[in-house]
C-alpha cells in the first residue's frame, strides 16, 4: 500500500473529534465539565475539535447556547492543544433561514471553519441544495459541508458538489453517509481542486476512506480512544497495512458499543461510556432518556472488555464529572 499524502495544514486534515456537547441535570451547557475529555484528546494527539454535531446534540440546544459553549471550550481547546488546535462549530438548521441564524449568531467567534448540513425534514431538489450552502458560504468564513443523510434526509450527490467547488469558501466535506463508492467520487472531486478536501465520518471504514484519499477523519468513537485514531491515521499514512487493519478492527470494536441502544444516535451510550471513564457527565438533552439498569450492566461488561483501547486508568473508581 502507497503512502498517504495529506495537505497537514488544511482545517479537515488529521483526526477531527465531534465533540459532546456537556450538560448539567437540568439540561443547560457546562463547558469546564467537559475539561477532563479535552485534555484527554489532547494527550491523545488530536488537535481538531467540531462541535455542536450529532455527538453534540447541537439542533437540539439553542443557537445561543452552542454559542457559549463554544466561547468556553475553545479557549480551553487552544490552550491544551496549543498553537495548532482548531476549532469548528456545525451550524444545522431546519431550513436555510434557521441555519443563517445559527451561523450569524458565531460571529466575532475565532473559529477555523463553520460546518453546514443541508436542510432536515423537508426533502429539498438539488436546485434548492445548492442555493442553501451557497448563502451559507457567502456568509464569509470557510465553509465544511457535512453530509449526513441519514439525519437530514437530503443526501449530498456528486453533482452538488462539483456546482458548489466554485465557491471559494467551501473547503471542505464531512461525510457520513456510509457508501465508500459516494466517497471515492468525493475524494475524486477534491483531486480536482486542492484547496478542498475531504474527511471520513463514517467510524467502520475509516481506513478505506484514507486509502481512498481523505484528508481527515470524524470518529466519535475518538473521545474514547483518541490515540487509537491518531494511530490508525498515521498507519494509513505510512503504508503500515497490517497496523492500519488492527487500528481499524479495534476501532470497530469500540464503534459496537452503540449497539446497546440500536435504533438510537449513539449520544446517550457515548455520554454515559464517557462518564464510566470520568471524562465527562451523563447527561443528554430531551427527550434522550438515561440507559436502563441493564443497558447500563452491558456498557459497563463492554468497556471492561476494550479497557485497554482506553487509557489505561479510565476504569478505576475515582470521582466522576456529574
Not at 450529532?54 to 463554544?70: I, S
Not at 488492527?246 to 449513539?266: E, H, K, M, N, Y
Request: glycine share 10%.
Amino acid at each position: 500500500m502507497a503512502a498517504v499524502a495529506e495537505p497537514s495544514d488544511h482545517v479537515v486534515a488529521g483526526v477531527i473529534i465531534p465533540l459532546v456537547t456537556a450538560l448539567d441535570r437540568r439540561g443547560q451547557p457546562d463547558p469546564p465539565a467537559v475539561r477532563p475529555l479535552l485534555t484527554h484528546l489532547a494527550a491523545g494527539g488530536v488537535r481538531t475539535l467540531m462541535l455542536a454535531g450529532t455527538n453534540g446534540e447541537g439542533p437540539l440546544l439553542p443557537a445561543g447556547a452552542v454559542r457559549a459553549y463554544a466561547v468556553e471550550v475553545s479557549a480551553m481547546w487552544r490552550d491544551l492543544a496549543g498553537p495548532s488546535a482548531r476549532i469548528m462549530v456545525t451550524a444545522a438548521g431546519t431550513g436555510t433561514r434557521d441555519t443563517l441564524e445559527r451561523v450569524e449568531s458565531l460571529d466575532g467567534l475565532d473559529l477555523d471553519a463553520l460546518v453546514v448540513l443541508a436542510p432536515t425534514y423537508f426533502r429539498h431538489t438539488e436546485r434548492e441544495l445548492h442555493a442553501h450552502f451557497r448563502a451559507a458560504a457567502r456568509h464569509g468564513r470557510p465553509v465544511v459541508i457535512y453530509n449526513s443523510p441519514g439525519y437530514t434526509g437530503n443526501p449530498i450527490p456528486v453533482s452538488l458538489m462539483r456546482g458548489l467547488l466554485g465557491e471559494p469558501n467551501i473547503v471542505g466535506l464531512k461525510d457520513s453517509s456510509g457508501d465508500i463508492a459516494l466517497f471515492a467520487r468525493f475524494c475524486a472531486l477534491a483531486a480536482e481542486r486542492p484547496a478542498f478536501q475531504t474527511a471520513q465520518g463514517a467510524e467502520r471504514q475509516l481506513a478505506e476512506g484514507l486509502r481512498l484519499g481523505a484528508a481527515g477523519l470524524v470518529p466519535g468513537v475518538g473521545m474514547l480512544a483518541p490515540a487509537l485514531c491518531v494511530g490508525l491515521l498515521q498507519a494509513v499514512r505510512a503504508g503500515d497495512h497490517a497496523a492500519a487493519a488492527a487500528r481499524q478492527g479495534d476501532v470497530d470494536r469500540l464503534t459496537a458499543l452503540f449497539g446497546i441502544r440500536p435504533g438510537s444516535s449513539g449520544i446517550v451510550v457515548i455520554k454515559t461510556a464517557l462518564h464510566e471513564l470520568g471524562l465527562c457527565p451523563p447527561h443528554a438533552a430531551e427527550p434522550f432518556l438515561p440507559l436502563t439498569e441493564s443497558e447500563l450492566a452491558a456498557l459497563r461488561d463492554a468497556l471492561a472488555e476494550v479497557g485497554p483501547l482506553v487509557r489505561p486508568h479510565a476504569l478505576q473508581s475515582g470521582r466522576r464529572p456529574e
